[in-house]
T-cell receptor, first 115, second 111 residues
Framework: EPEVTQTPSHQVTQMGQEVILRCVPISNHLYFYWYRQILGQKVEFLVS????????KSEIFDDQFSVERPDGSNFTLKIRSTKLEDSAMYFCASSTGPTSGNTIYFGEGSWLTVV | LAKTTQPISMDSYEGQEVNITCSHNNIATNDYITWYQQFPSQGPRFIIQ???TKVTNEVASLFIPADRKSSTLSLPRVSLSDTAVYYCLVAPMDSSYKLIFGSGTRLLVRP
């Protein structure tokens, strides 16, 4: 079964540093997403991305966050100046279509620890 | 979006059938019901989706009564590897894809 792959699996960074999390969505998918899950809490939507632009974002996705599809295969989440509260598992996801009628596939996650 | 209510946790034993019921009293006419599974430190994984009556795939069955105010995910003959959190989500089929996860049901399968 095709899968979404994410790197790194775990990253430790100092507060204030920039972090880039990388994802390779499933190849024929056109819609891409980032979610996050703070330890012990719910999975939270961050942003959706289509046709090289953000289609929807949550309140969490403030100016410190950005997303990019730098080439035909990668999808990245950048956190410009990390805060302690950014420590979480970040999940990339992709789907063929934009609605809940299309199955969304999640990656294994990138665990970010900010110290 | 319709609010969902599920049990916080359930225990079962290997080989048993497990039924997890989700309540969604204010489900709308164009809402679909989707279930995801999440193992510790992994991303959610789609299990099954349905609108009414019964849907079955190789992993599970989904039972939806006529009033659609609840749904039941049925896992036949669970194994230890089915220990996970199971999420019930309700959203319009044509809504933008922003999944709203609740707390889910923590299923523990014992030997």
């Amino acid at each position: 079964e095709p899968e979404v792959t994410q790197t790194p699996s775990h990253q430790v960074t100092q507060m204030g540093q920039e972090v880039i999390l990388r994802c390779v969505p499933i190849s024929n998918h056109l819609y891409f997403y980032w979610y996050r899950q703070i330890l012990g809490q719910k999975v939270e939507f961050l942003v959706s991305f289509y046709n090289n632009e953000i289609s929807e974002k949550s309140e969490i996705f403030d100016d410190q966050f950005s997303v990019e599809r730098p080439d035909g295969s990668n999808f990245t989440l950048k956190i410009r100046s990390t805060k302690l509260e950014d420590s979480a598992m970040y999940f990339c996801a992709s789907s063929t279509g934009p609605t809940s009628g299309n199955t969304i596939y999640f990656g294994e996650g990138s665990w970010l620890t900010v110290v | 979006l319709a609010k969902t209510t599920q049990p916080i946790s359930m225990d079962s034993y290997e080989g048993q059938e497990v039924n997890i019921t989700c309540s969604h009293n204010n489900i709308a006419t164009n809402d679909y019901i989707t279930w995801y599974q999440q193992f510790p430190s992994q991303g959610p994984r789609f299990i099954i989706q349905g609108y009414k009556t019964k849907v079955t795939n190789e992993v599970a069955s989904l039972f939806i009564p006529a009033d659609r105010k609840s749904s039941t995910l049925s896992l036949p003959r669970v194994s230890l590897s089915d220990t996970a959190v199971y999420y019930c989500l309700v959203a319009p089929m044509d809504s933008s894809y922003k999944l709203i996860f609740g707390s889910g049901t923590r299923l523990l399968v014992r030997p």
